[in-house]
Each structure stands twice: as structure tokens, then as C-alpha cells.
């Protein structure tokens, strides 16, 4: 393990090279001038916080994206993809964090996918066979376990992240291998062989980019980092000078944790510790079929409890869970005086509203008007039973969209048409008018505007000080740390303690959601 | 980017004009005009507009029944199937002696139930839709055929036949044949369902997006299940009406039947991916179709002439479908 520290000049040529990229995307800026050094026989950690500038980063290196300026180079020559294609011919691969392989095909042919053998548009059989044996044992070892010939559905999610490795080692001249979270969905025996392999294709002098949010991992297998913080390269140097807390120090930006939110005076108002107050939901030991593995909690009326964590901790699936939406693997959820099954209706007759993290995909009912996708959880009492009252609903829907401030022209309108923080407000006047007392909210202020997420935090707030509980998901810490009483970090699957937000700075929120707490 | 959209052009063009069912009337009125001109002496008559409402009650009321399912986000392939089942039904209740109300009666139900295989398959088990009743297609063919065996049952109709005859002297004053009354109070009363009801927003809710209708606390499966049932007694209707036209039970009967149908909603506004589409729209469409048969007819072009025509249609009313979506963007 200690033999791998290999980037002497001799072996570091430079492999890729970026100077000065900048991309931008409507009004967000993702990019604002990145240089990125990439040398082969060198693994290159890449850090930030989630929206940091990574995934555009991969996307331009990988060809699915251009940048709107800046350059890049490929050992010495110009690098200009113009697209994914055309990067793989050039020899940068990508290995997707979302694995991407097609599960009704064999090994054999997904690692061959696209780079076929062919004549006249014929496959020739045996060479792919032979060239997709030679790949997959490059990963696997000589005596792997997978067999070419297995469906790809089949396979463990460690299985599928190697044939995903072995796949982009398929194809001729490989040079730049891109890693995003490559161990996001492995147990830790996998991620230990993960590293070995690892390892080995560094000898091979590839370079290897490698993304990940889990700091040991970054500490054990990586040469040198690159921390990216809003668009720009905060840090870069080499693993050996660094530590883990230095580390959380350069993505979460220092300065930033010491400040008190201009909202903190709205807590005010609810400075005594609210354990007085009746429990609205209890969860006990709750482990779901994959995520989480462990969380409890317990969330009173007129308090404000958040989750923090990376993607993928967890932490969407514990408010599904809680929802009914998704199955409950083990433990106990009460709700209010309620235990026993769940599901969405149910929940929403005892008094819970669910805002999802997936607004377009789960959240809205984008074809439908403002006022149907706001009042849809809650029909009855629009009209004689069993009718909805187009007036009634109209009116009912005025009320919360002027309270909301939304902007619109109608709510007659559709909700496609409308921005996307106007989108989650609608969202979340629907769990207004159907009277929730329990709001569960996902990633409440993703991909809004900062004037309406101001007005999204400030009516959290107001909901907690009306005696409403609120359990909010977010992945942005500084709003956490203003909108919420107490708060609780996810790691991998894990809920730890929930502590007042005042016990909690930015820093060690990031730390603890890195798993970084333990090792410094 | 949606801000400036939304206060651009679509904002300032008459909302109206969004409604799904505008283009296919517009297409009605034309068609029906360009015929009336073409065709002066024979096409703008009394009779023949009361022939080809006659003419549209089958496709229309299943049509009709079929927009639920389209708007549900589905597809229903069996229809074809299900009203040849259906004749057959009536054809042979009323040759085991049974009077015509109780054999129409039989007729629905055998539709009914149908669709509630259709809609337990679609809507508890999960099935895609179109792989569901391309099962049941074939199988609910092969049972007609196996109940008929393979021949037309002639029965004597004891009065169903008149449902959609021209009236006979003396009841001009019902301007329409019984059948054809029924069927339009029938689309009304599905298309107020549709509009006013708390199950009809869950309809277009489960076809706008399943998992946000989920989320919203509604019983996806059993609004699924719900309405192909509800479609199966529409279905069992034109099945009645078929057997009126022909006053035999007939298995080989209405093959095809479904693309017509569907052709119908899709014409009258009405998306494949669900959320969209109103029953008088499909009514249109079903007109529409009737008037381009009939027009050609009257104008003396033949049969592939109509084909091409429909097949126009289809394209452009899909083609001005999206041109109308684009500008809601």
C-alpha cells in the first residue's frame, strides 16, 4: 500500500492539461476560469461541495460538454472534443457515477459496446470475444469472477462498476480514465479491491481523475487534489502535504462557517428549547431495503429538524420512507398517534406533506394548471362530493399562490410555464392548502432563484412558528444552518446525533458528511 | 428563460384558442364546407348529415371511452375485439329467447368485463398497456370465434335494430334515432366526469405524471383500473350499436376497429404520453372521419383517395399538436 507514491517527474508526464475554463449555464456560472494538471501514472482527487463545479468540469473534460472559453490540451496537442465520441477516440474515458451499462446485454457486449469489431457492418465474433476477455481480465485479474457471459442485470453492483471500468480500458489507446464517485454504491471489501485495480492501471501509467465526496478514500489511494469551491480552483497540491481537515477547510471555504445568518434573528422567537412540545413524528431504528441503514429521530411541533449529508447518503429515502412512498425495511415510524402501515394517502390523511427533491419528475404535474397541481392532494371540499368547483378551486389556489407571492398570470396557467423557484413554491403551497402539519421537504431551495429562496426559508420559518413541525433535507449547509433548530448528518446510510444548530458549524457539518470526523 | 416565454407570445394570444378541441372543430367546418361546395346537390342534405352522425356513433362512443384511457396515459387495443365479443353476446342471448334489453344488458356486461381484465392487468399487475391488450385482443378474438363457432349468428333483433335506423314516418320530430341520442348523452356525461369530477383531475393526473399523482395520495392503480372498466361499458355500448347496424353477431366483425378509434382522440387532441385530450375533441375526430368517407363518396373519389386523406389528417392534427405545445413552453 505505502509503494504506490510514484508521481516523480520521470513517470508524470502531462497527460490532459485545462487552462482558464469558464462555462456558464442561464445565470448560473459553473466554471469561472479552471486549470486543471492531470499527469499520467498519477491518480487526481477532485473535491468540492455539491454544485462546486465538478460535474461540469468532467463533462467538458469528457466531451459532453464545451466550455465557453478556455483550452485544453492532450499530450501536447489540442484537446478540443466535440463530443463524448470524440473524446473516447482520443482516448478520455469517463466511468459514469450513475452506472450506465445495459442491463439485457452480456459483459462481453457491453464492454465491446460501440467499439465493435466489425466488416461490412458484420460482427466478427471471435475478436470481440477475445478483446472484451482481455479487458474484463485486466480488471477482474486472471481468475475473475465475472463471466462474459452473464447479463449485466445480474451482476453486483461492484461487478458492474468494474465491467464499467473494463469497458472504457476496451477501448484502444485509453489514456485519461475519469472516475465519478466510483464507490458511491460499493461496500467497503469492493472499494478495497476498487483500489488495488486502481493501483495497478497508475503503474500502467494512465492518468486517473477521480471524483469522490469520501475523504479517506481520497487520503488512501490518491497522488495529488485538485478542491474546487464556486466555479474556481480554491486548493491543489499533493495528498502526502494534506490532511483530512485541511481538506473540508478548503471545500467549505473557511470564512464562511464563522457567520451568523441574517435570518438567525427570526430564531429568536423560538430560542427556548422546544422539547416541551408534543412529538410529531418518531423514528426509531428505521433501516430501509438499501438506504438508509440506521436513523432515528424525533421532530416536535414548532420545530425546524434538518438532515444534512452528501448525495446519495440517505437522506431522500428516509423521507420516502417516512412517506410511505418506500418500503420500511425495519423499525418503528409514528405520526402523531398513528404507527402501522404507510402510504401516501394514508400519510396525508394524518396530516403529512411530502415536497420531493425531484420537482419535474415526481413533484408537479407539469401539464396540469397551477391551481390543480396545488389543490390535487386535497380535492374534497371543492365542491359537492365527489366534484371540484372550478371557482372554488381557483379561489382556493389565489389564496396560497398571493400568499406565496407566486408569479404567474393565472392559475389557470400551467405549471410548465412557470420559473423554477415559482415552480416550488406551488410545490409547496400544496402541502399548505391540504393542511399539513408534518411537512417533509426535500432539497426545498434546489435550482431557485435567491429572492424566492429567501422567501421559501422565511415561510420554513413561519410554518415552525405557526406549531407546524418541518423536516428538511438539504445539501446547502448555510441554509440549514439558518432555517433549522436542531440538525443531523447522514453518512452512508447512517443518521448520526441530532444536535442543536447552534452545536454545529459549517465545517463540522461538511466533516461529518465526509466522514471526516473520525479521522482527524 | 421560461419567464420571457411565458410573457411572449403564447401570453398574448387568446387562451382560447389553446383549447385542444378548436382544431379539429375548425377541420370539421372546413371539410364539411369544401364537400357541401364540391358536392352542392347531394352532400348538404338533412339525410345524409343525419346518416353520418349515424355512421360515427360506433367509433365515437368508443372514442369517447378511449380519450379516458389515452388521457390516463394507456392504449386499448382490444376494442376491435370487444365489440365483436359483444354482438356475439347479444346475438346469442337473444337466440336462447331473452328480450332486448336484458340481451343489450348481457352485451355490456361481457364488454365490462373486458375492460376490467384490461384495467386489473394495466392497473394492479403492472402491465404496459399496449402489451396488455395486445393480449387480450387476440384472446378476447379467439373466444368470439370459439362462442360463435366461427359463423354469424343470426338472431331476430326484437327491436334493437332500430336503434340507429333511419326514424320511420311519424317520429321525424326526434330529429335522431334513439342510439345515437343515447350515445351523445353518454359522451356528455363522461365528459363532465372528466371535467368536474375529483375522479376525473386523478385521471389526468395519473397521465400528467404517475409518481407525482402517487405523491399526491391517489390510489394510482385502482384510477387505472377504474377507468378501462368504465371504458369497457362505452365499449359494450358501440358493441350494441354494432349489432344494431348489423343485426347479426358477427366475430370477424370490427377488426381494426381500435386504430380508428385512436385515430379519432389523437385527432381530436389527445396525447400518447398522457395528460391531455377531451372527449369532445374525439367526438370531432370521429366526425371528421366520417365527413372525409362520406364527402369522397358523395364527390365520386375512390376508396385510397379517403386512405391518403385520413391519413393527412392524422399527421397534420399531431403536426399542429406540437406547433401548439411549443408556443405553451
Same mark, same amino acid.
Given at each position: ?127 470481440? $470475444? !477475445?478483446? =472484451?476477455?482481455?479487458?474484463? /481480465?485486466?480488471?477482474?485479474?486472471? *481468475?475473475? %469472477?465475472? #463471466? +462474459?457471459? &452473464? ?15 473494463? $469497458? !472504457?480500458? =476496451?477501448?484502444?489507446?485509453? /489514456?485519461?480514465?475519469?472516475?465519478? *464517485?466510483? %464507490?458511491? #454504491? +460499493?461496500? &467497503? ?332 | ?329
Amino acid at each position: 500500500m505505502s509503494a504506490s507514491v510514484l508521481h516523480g517527474p520521470a513517470s508524470g508526464a502531462v497527460g490532459l492539461m485545462a487552462r482558464g475554463l469558464q462555462k456558464t449555464f442561464g445565470a448560473t456560472r459553473a466554471l469561472r476560469g479552471v486549470d486543471l494538471e492531470v499527469r499520467s501514472g498519477e491518480i487526481h482527487a477532485l473535491m468540492g461541495e455539491n454544485g462546486a463545479g465538478k460535474s461540469t468540469l468532467m463533462s467538458i473534460l469528457s466531451g459532453a460538454a464545451t466550455p465557453d472559453t478556455g483550452s485544453m490540451e492532450l499530450g501536447g496537442a489540442p484537446y478540443r472534443p466535440s463530443g463524448p465520441r470524440d473524446a473516447r477516440h482520443a482516448g478520455v474515458l469517463l466511468v459514469h457515477q450513475e452506472l450506465s451499462l445495459c442491463g439485457h446485454m452480456t459483459v462481453g457486449e457491453n464492454v465491446m459496446l460501440g467499439i465493435e469489431p466489425a466488416q461490412f457492418g458484420f460482427l466478427r465474433r471471435s475478436e470481440m $470475444r !477475445a478483446k =472484451a476477455e482481455q479487458a474484463l /481480465r485486466s480488471v477482474t485479474g486472471k *481468475e475473475g %469472477t465475472i #463471466s +462474459l457471459d &452473464a447479463r449485466a442485470a445480474d451482476l453486483s453492483p461492484a461487478d458492474r462498476q468494474l465491467v464499467e471500468i473494463a $469497458r !472504457a480500458l =476496451a477501448v484502444p489507446g485509453c /489514456r485519461i480514465l475519469l472516475l465519478d *464517485e466510483p %464507490t458511491s #454504491s +460499493l461496500a &467497503a471489501g469492493d472499494v478495497d479491491r476498487l483500489f488495488v485495480l486502481l493501483r495497478e492501471l497508475k503503474q500502467r501509467s494512465l492518468a486517473i481523475v477521480y471524483i469522490s465526496h469520501f475523504l479517506e478514500e481520497i487520503l488512501r489511494v490518491c497522488d495529488v487534489y485538485t478542491v474546487l469551491r464556486d466555479g474556481q480552483v480554491a486548493e491543489k497540491g499533493t495528498i502526502a502535504d494534506t490532511t483530512a481537515k485541511k481538506l473540508v477547510l478548503a471545500m467549505s471555504g473557511g470564512a464562511s462557517s464563522a457567520g451568523t445568518s441574517p435570518i438567525e434573528e427570526a430564531l429568536v422567537s423560538s430560542e427556548g428549547e422546544p422539547t416541551e412540545k408534543a412529538p410529531v413524528l418518531v423514528v426509531e431504528n428505521v433501516a430501509g431495503v438499501k438506504k438508509p441503514s440506521q436513523a432515528s429521530l424525533t421532530v416536535h411541533r414548532g420545530e425546524v429538524v434538518g438532515i444534512a449529508g452528501l448525495l446519495g447518503a440517505g437522506r431522500t429515502e428516509l423521507l420516502r420512507m417516512i412517506f410511505g412512498l418506500d418500503p420500511v425495511a425495519q423499525g418503528s415510524i409514528k405520526v402523531a398517534s398513528h404507527s402501522g402501515g404507510a402510504s401516501p394517502a394514508r400519510r396525508i390523511a394524518q396530516g403529512v406533506g411530502f415536497l420531493s427533491e425531484d420537482r419535474k419528475g415526481e413533484g408537479l404535474l407539469l401539464s396540469m394548471s397551477i391551481a390543480d397541481n396545488l389543490t390535487m392532494s386535497r380535492l374534497s371540499g371543492l365542491g359537492p362530493s365527489g366534484f371540484v368547483k372550478d371557482g372554488a378551486q381557483r379561489e382556493s389556489a389565489k389564496k396560497w399562490t398571493d400568499m406565496l407571492a407566486v408569479k404567474m398570470r393565472d392559475v389557470g396557467q400551467k405549471v410548465r410555464d412557470l420559473s423554477g423557484g415559482n415552480q416550488q413554491k406551488v410545490a409547496l403551497a400544496r402541502l399548505l392548502h391540504q393542511e399539513a402539519d408534518l411537512f417533509l421537504l426535500d432539497e426545498p431551495t434546489r435550482g431557485v432563484d435567491i429572492n424566492s429562496k429567501t422567501q421559501i426559508e422565511r415561510h420554513i420559518r413561519a410554518l415552525a412558528a405557526s406549531g407546524k413541525a418541518v423536516l428538511v433535507v438539504s445539501s446547502h449547509l448555510p441554509d440549514l444552518l439558518s432555517i433549522c433548530d436542531r440538525i443531523g448528518v447522514m453518512y452512508r446510510g447512517r443518521l448520526g446525533e441530532i444536535r442543536p444548530a447552534s452545536a454545529w458549524t459549517e465545517h463540522a457539518l461538511l466533516a461529518a458528511a465526509t466522514g471526516a470526523e473520525g479521522n482527524t | 428563460m421560461t419567464t420571457m416565454s411565458s410573457k411572449g407570445l403564447s401570453g398574448l394570444s387568446l387562451p382560447k384558442l389553446r383549447a385542444a378541441w378548436i382544431g379539429p372543430l375548425l377541420a370539421v367546418v372546413l371539410l364539411f364546407g369544401l364537400f357541401a361546395i364540391l358536392a352542392h346537390e347531394t352532400f348538404p342534405t338533412t339525410n345524409t348529415v343525419v346518416t353520418m352522425l349515424r355512421q360515427t356513433t360506433v367509433v365515437g362512443i368508443a372514442a369517447v371511452g378511449m380519450t379516458m384511457i389515452i388521457v390516463l396515459g394507456g392504449i386499448d387495443l382490444s376494442v376491435g375485439s370487444a365489440v365483436a365479443l359483444t354482438t356475439v353476446a347479444v346475438a346469442l342471448m337473444l337466440r336462447g329467447g331473452h328480450g332486448a334489453f336484458a340481451s343489450a344488458l348481457a352485451g355490456i356486461a361481457a364488454a365490462t368485463l373486458c375492460g376490467a381484465i384490461n384495467g386489473a392487468l394495466v392497473g394492479y399487475m403492472k402491465f404496459v398497456p399496449f402489451i396488455a391488450t395486445l393480449g387480450t385482443m387476440s384472446l378476447l378474438r379467439g373466444l368470439c370465434k370459439g362462442m360463435a363457432s366461427e359463423q354469424k349468428i343470426d338472431a331476430e333483433p326484437h327491436g334493437l335494430e332500430t336503434l340507429l335506423a333511419p326514424l320511420p314516418d311519424g317520429r321525424e320530430w326526434m330529429l335522431l334515432p334513439t342510439g345515437v341520442w343515447i350515445t351523445v348523452i353518454l359522451a356528455i356525461a363522461v365528459a363532465l366526469l372528466l371535467r368536474t369530477t375529483q375522479a376525473g383531475r386523478y385521471v389526468f393526473a395519473v397521465g400528467s405524471s404517475e409518481p407525482a399523482a402517487r405523491l399526491c395520495g391517489i390510489n394510482v392503480p385502482r384510477v387505472k383500473f377504474g377507468v378501462f372498466a368504465l371504458a369497457g361499458i362505452l365499449v359494450g355500448w358501440a358493441g350494441v350499436l354494432e349489432f344494431s347496424r348489423l343485426t347479426v353477431g358477427d366475430p370477424t366483425d370490427s377488426v381494426g376497429l381500435e386504430l380508428d378509434v385512436i385515430a379519432a382522440v389523437v385527432i381530436g387532441g389527445g396525447s400518447l404520453s398522457g395528460g391531455e385530450g377531451s372527449v369532445l375533441g374525439s367526438v370531432l375526430g370521429a366526425l371528421l372521419m366520417t365527413i372525409i368517407k362520406t364527402g369522397c363518396t358523395h364527390v365520386g373519389l375512390p376508396n385510397w383517395v379517403q386512405e391518403i386523406l385520413t391519413g393527412i389528417i392524422i399527421v397534420v392534427a399531431v403536426g399542429l399538436d406540437r406547433i401548439r405545445h411549443r408556443q405553451g413552453e
